[in-house]
């Protein structure tokens, strides 16, 4: 008995030692708890004390030593830090901070530095799985979230996965676990130079190290409150830790709801930079935004074609818009160098990235078009350019020879305008690493060098508006994540005016200076095809991270009908979404639908602003397959049209010698005097469709007199116009109808159908749509 007393309390002075053994932090929210271990074993909300901790503990840190992930042996507490011993006698120190709204952490010092790899946050184990913000690096459902902040640039947000510290998917620092979800973080160790993978593919990279990239002070922010307020929660972050916080119009951009607007994109230039500017006041956007106005990338000069008075003749059109409330942006990608940029030639900068270098077994005289290489390893892969780069020349060759002594083989010798010289043997040799747009791309250090050179563009134009397009190309440093934070940090601070900004990649640091994310291009179909399984995922992504919805790119062709621009309006007023639309000046003049296609934008954008739809009609508005029309009445009332429509095929069936080969369908017309809309379509892998002849309830005969080839489709929406389309949706010709005009009395009507197929296995698919339904929506 003595014995079982003396067990019992031993256990429950363990338990106490153990209590109290823990190191505890606390916010107004949360609070964390971190054992001997470093092991987190409690996040818990102060206001319900629910612990969202699993039964699998997560870490606060850890290291990568010896090319492995190493656990903390202990941790203490003395004072304000945390030292953390590893293995190997690697000890850390942490310096701990205690907000109101997070926790702080930061590694300030480490005994052996240069023995360290990469400092890994977490991971940070929860049992939440509703939401997972990916990037933002937040996790919540209906009770609580918690989430993990990067305090800056080389701090990633994320999990380690390379030696470069690269995310390539959207986002991973938050992912759904099994057991619920995790937070994580890491910073890479980049002050010495080094030879490395980058970029899934270019191998044996040089790349150069920078004292300030160490892992001495990377930092975090930890926390945990009600999910209304963690938006809210990592804006006071922001402030407190200095991270960027941008305003528009006084309002914190990621709360105020014109991060998220339309705008145009258009290709304009000096001279008709007015006629655009019109357009963009008539349809109410915020923005006209140059598709393509630079010679060059790197030094960024512009076209003289379009901008004959340089830099000032851009400035007098930003002043032009901006006294009619109006900004002017610019395209361009984001790290890439044009080859014929001061950067390239006559003399290369030495910060073009190279990778896969070797030596010279010969000397080569400045004809030599073969060139004797040491190691081929690297070379035998193809890309777009195919440089190579010996002292101040660059070189093109078409592949390397398969047996010693390996040779670059029919080489260009004094590519790009560089100059054509006599090099030793032994001297280096690399290959430059370039991209399918024949761009090359820079290391960290010319990569300042360009921002220095866009920071001086934006300054002298007064231009307020870009996209960090091929911000993936920032991957080329070698620096990961952290190069394509830095540059968009960077830029931003050294801008002296606010700058608007997209993306082509989602990052966790760059997810404060981002504006919005407009993924969704018009290159691939017309209005209604165009990538759109794309665009609708998309929202719920830009929604777990807290972004604006917006739906990507469409094109404002001349042909653009009233029909497809009130399908993307719905669109946008279902998701409550932005867009840009993509016009030329050129199409807005040839458009005959123009003044009725701005009237179209403009009273969808109002309805949306002002918000009239109910989540009835949202939910409605989101589907592609719906099709609206939206009048307004007066101030306080709008009609929405809803469209029903009836579908079906007609195979081309083998029948007795003499039977007709159609096929019939009925459906309703519910208002009297409506135009026919009828598409039709050429379904199968190959052949033609031709002769198609439609019987309109058994009196009216409609002979299309057009060859529909596989994927290619018609529309006949009244009037004296068939228009065809090509398999990607995108207009082809207008074809006039040898009928008249054809209106719906009220009614049941009937079609028959009938064509020849060159193809047994081809379908004639039919879509008519009918005006149904109107919702009276008073304000």
């Keep these: 008995m003595k014995k079982y007393y003396f067990s019992l309390l031993l256990s429950v002075l363990l338990s106490v030692f153990n209590m109290h053994a823990q190191i505890s932090f606390k916010t107004n929210d949360l609070e964390i708890k971190v054992n001997k271990n470093g092991q987190i074993t409690h996040l818990i909300s102060i206001d319900s ?17 010896n090319g492995k992930v190493v656990e903390p042996e202990r941790v203490e507490k003395e004072e304000n830090d945390l030292l953390v011993s590893f293995p190997e006698g690697i000890k850390l120190k942490v310096k701990t901070l205690e907000n109101p709204s997070h926790v702080r952490f930061e590694m300030v010092s480490v005994n052996n530095p240069d023995s360290v790899e990469a400092l890994i946050w977490g ?3 929860t049992l939440i799985s509703e939401i997972i913000g990916d990037f933002v690096g937040v996790v919540r459902n209906d009770e609580f979230a918690i989430g993990i902040q990067a305090l800056n640039v080389k701090t990633t947000g994320g999990q380690l996965k390379n030696k470069e510290g690269a995310v390539y998917s959207r986002g991973t620092a938050a992912v759904p676990q099994d057991y619920g979800s995790s937070l994580q973080a890491f910073c890479v160790n980049r002050s010495q130079s080094r030879k490395i993978e980058v970029w899934n593919g270019f191998k044996e990279t040089q790349v150069v190290g ?8 990377s930092a975090i922010a930890v926390f945990g409150t009600k999910p209304e307020k963690a938006l809210a929660t ?80 851009l400035k007098a059109c930003v002043e032009k818009a901006s006294q009619r409330n109006i900004r002017v942006g610019v395209h361009t990608l984001t790290n890439f160098i044009t080859t014929n940029d001061p950067l390239v030639t006559p003399i290369p900068n ?79 040799i690399g290959r430059l690493i370039d991209h399918p747009y024949k761009t090359f791309y820079p290391d960290m250090n010319l ?15 007064g231009v307020s508006h870009l996209d960090f397009d091929g911000h993936e190309g920032a991957f080329s440093t070698g620096y990961g994540d952290a190069s394509k934070d830095y540059f968009a940090l960077k830029l931003i601070e050294g801008v002296d005016h606010p700058l608007i900004n997209g993306t082509s990649r989602s990052s966790h640091f760059y997810w404060h200076i981002n504006t919005y994310m407009n993924w969704g291009e018009p290159w691939y179909g017309g209005m209604r095809e165009s990538q759109n399984e794309v665009r609708f995922r ?73 918000n009239i739809f109910n989540e009835q009609q949202r939910r409605l508005l989101k589907s592609g397959e719906n099709d609206f029309s939206l009048s307004k009445v007066n101030e306080l009332q709008f009609n929405l049209q809803h469209y029903k429509k009836e579908t079906f095929i007609h195979d081309n069936i083998v029948l007795q010698p003499g039977q007709p080969n159609y096929s019939e369908w009925s459906f309703i017309s519910q208002q009297d005097g409506q135009p026919l809309y009828i598409q039709l379509g050429a379904n199968g892998e190959e052949g033609v469709i031709s002769n198609i002849v439609m019987e309109l309830d058994g009196f009216k005969t409609m002979k299309f007199g057009i060859d529909l080839q596989a994927g290619y489709s018609c529309v006949y929406n009244g009037g004296n116009a068939i228009l065809v389309y090509n398999e990607k949706g995108q207009f082809i010709k207008k074809v006039l109808p040898d009928f008249e005009d054809v209106k719906l009395d009220k009614g049941r009507h009937t079609i028959r159908i009938s064509c020849d197929n060159s193809n047994s296995a081809m379908k004639l698919k039919g879509e008519i749509r009918l005006k149904d339904r109107v919702d009276t929506i008073k304000l």
């Design 49 to 65: 004390g629910q612990n969202f901790v699993p039964e699998e503990k997560g870490f606060l840190l850890k290291i990568k030593m």
């Design 210 to 217: 920078n004292p300030g990239f160490g892992i001495e002070g």
């Design 123 to 125: 991971p940070i184990k």
């Design 538 to 610: 998309n929202q719920a992504v830009l929604e777990r991270n807290y972004q604006p919805n917006m739906l990507g790119w469409f094109w404002y062709r001349a042909n653009t009908t009233p029909e497809e621009m009130e399908w993307v309006m719905a669109r946008a007023a279902g998701w409550n979404a932005g867009y840009a639309l993509v016009v030329n000046p050129d199409d807005i003049k040839k458009n005959p639908h123009t003044s009725e296609l701005i009237e179209i934008i403009r009273i969808w954008e109002e309805a949306k602003t002002r």
């Design 234 to 313: 990592i804006g006071q972050i922001e402030i407190k830790e200095g991270l960027p916080h941008i305003l528009i119009d006084g309002e914190w951009i990621k709360s105020s709801e014109k991060a998220g607007r339309p705008y145009i994109i258009s290709n304009f230039s000096e001279s008709n930079f007015g006629e655009m500017l019109d357009f963009v006041e008539e349809v109410g956007f915020y923005s006209l935004y140059h598709s393509h106005p630079f010679s060059n990338w790197g030094h960024f000069d512009l076209l003289p074609g379009l901008f004959p008075g340089g830099r000032d003749g």
């Design 350 to 428: 030495d910060g073009l990235a190279i990778y896969a270098t070797t030596t010279l077994v010969r000397e080569i005289a400045a004809e030599d078009d073969e060139i004797i290489i040491e190691d081929p390893e690297h070379y035998s892969v193809k890309t777009s350019l195919q440089t190579v780069r010996i002292g101040d020349e660059l070189i093109r060759f078409a592949r390397v020879s398969d047996t010693k002594p390996y040779r670059l083989l029919q080489c260009q010798r004094g590519a790009f305008g560089t100059n054509a010289t006599d090099h030793k043997a032994g001297d280096t």
């Design 447 to 461: 990569q300042s060098k360009i921002v220095e050179n866009l920071v001086d563009f934006f300054n002298e134009t």
